[in-house]
């Protein structure tokens, strides 16, 4: 389990939110909320079709070499909510 305390890039208010999130390698299922972060910055998402789980389960995602991969990073910090004090009105 991680547990942390972080603002969400898509909250104007940048309030920190308690997450407590399953480890990256427990699968993300279609319904289900998770929190991910690129470039340092935290953002929460409903998983909704089999293309994002797919690719939001791909933790062990191999790094190209002979690329700048930009997805690389992102990927291995996808983590499933198991509870959290933020509450998604969109």
Not at 43 to 70: A, F, G, T, W, Y
Request: charged share 30%.
């Amino acid at each position: 389990m991680k547990k942390f305390k972080t603002s969400l890039a898509n909250d104007d208010s940048k309030i920190e939110y308690n997450f407590e999130c399953y480890e990256n390698t427990v699968p993300i299922e279609i319904g289900d909320m998770y929190i991910f972060f690129f470039c340092g910055i935290a953002d929460v998402q409903v998983c909704d079709s089999e293309h994002v789980k797919l690719e939001i389960n791909e933790h062990n995602r191999p790094l190209k070499e002979d690329v700048i991969d930009m997805v690389y990073g992102f990927w291995r910090q996808c983590y499933k909510i198991k509870s959290t004090n933020y509450v998604n009105n969109d």
